[in-house]
């Protein structure tokens, strides 16, 4: 079972960078296949895509965020993050971190669990 | 970006009754559209994937359909339990994927 555990601060100050971890467990982030990816959903609004990573390393960005974002790996530590610069008001968001596997049984293409996220409130 | 429209933005129906929401794409996704249920101060959960497949441990009750551009989410006989936010979401062109503006159903 692959399980998903989030870290990182709650307030952060605007202008500054918002950054977030995800800890894997029960597989490899390297493993064929599998990809890493965050996504945020602002208080009554719903979900938007940051980014994802993939076990090849591969970044891809919202266009929306690609100039502020930049998700990285950790192998040693199994596992991925995210940093959001300049961050504003705009950004106070419930985080969620996720995975999707393309090797296994059509449903794991898809996101499910989501964790509990966390609440990253922007704000002096 | 393929860009989902969700109709209507709030439905309010009765335990019992049927209950229908709609999603369109800007473009065609296929099949890959999902549907995920989310509660009040919870995660979103997923109901439907690949357009018409009921995720593990989703009641028959709820049912999807559709291909391309426009699909639908049925709930058979609603319970108390199913007033929630629903959310569209494609992976047609995978890593770029997104979401529909969610439809909230509510008690009538």
């Known amino acids: 079972q692959v399980l998903l555990q989030q870290s990182g601060p709650g307030l952060v100050r605007p202008s500054e960078t918002l950054s977030l971890t995800c800890t894997v467990s029960g597989v490899s982030i390297s493993r064929t296949n599998y990809y890493w990816v965050w996504i945020r959903q602002p208080p009554g609004k719903g979900p938007e895509w940051i980014g994802t990573?993939?076990?090849?390393?591969?970044?891809d960005y919202n266009p929306s965020l690609k100039s502020r974002v930049i998700i990285s790996v950790d192998s040693s530590k199994n596992q991925f993050s995210l940093n959001l610069h300049a961050v504003t008001a705009a950004d106070t968001a419930v985080y969620y971190c996720?995975?999707?596997?393309?090797?296994?049984?059509?449903?794991?293409?898809?996101?499910?669990?989501w964790g509990q996220g966390t609440l990253v409130t922007v704000s002096s | 970006e393929i860009v989902l429209t969700q109709s209507p933005a709030t439905l309010s129906l009765s335990p019992g009754e049927r209950a229908t929401l709609s999603c369109r794409t800007s473009?065609?996704?296929?099949?890959?559209l999902a549907w995920y249920q989310q509660k009040p101060g919870q995660a979103p959960r997923l109901l439907i994937y690949d357009a018409s497949n009921r995720a593990t441990g989703i009641p028959a009750r709820f049912s999807g359909s559709g291909s391309g551009t426009d699909f639908t989410l049925t709930i058979s006989s609603l319970e108390p339990e199913d007033f929630a936010v629903y959310y569209c979401?494609?992976?047609?062109?995978?890593?770029?994927?997104?979401f529909g503006q969610g439809t909230r159903l509510e008690i009538k």
């Open positions: 996720l995975k999707r596997s393309s090797l296994q049984q059509p449903e794991s293409n898809w996101f499910d669990p």
């Open positions: 979401q494609q992976r047609s062109n995978w890593p770029w994927i997104t």
């Open positions: 473009q065609s996704v296929s099949i890959f």
């Open positions: 990573i993939s076990y090849s390393g591969r970044d």
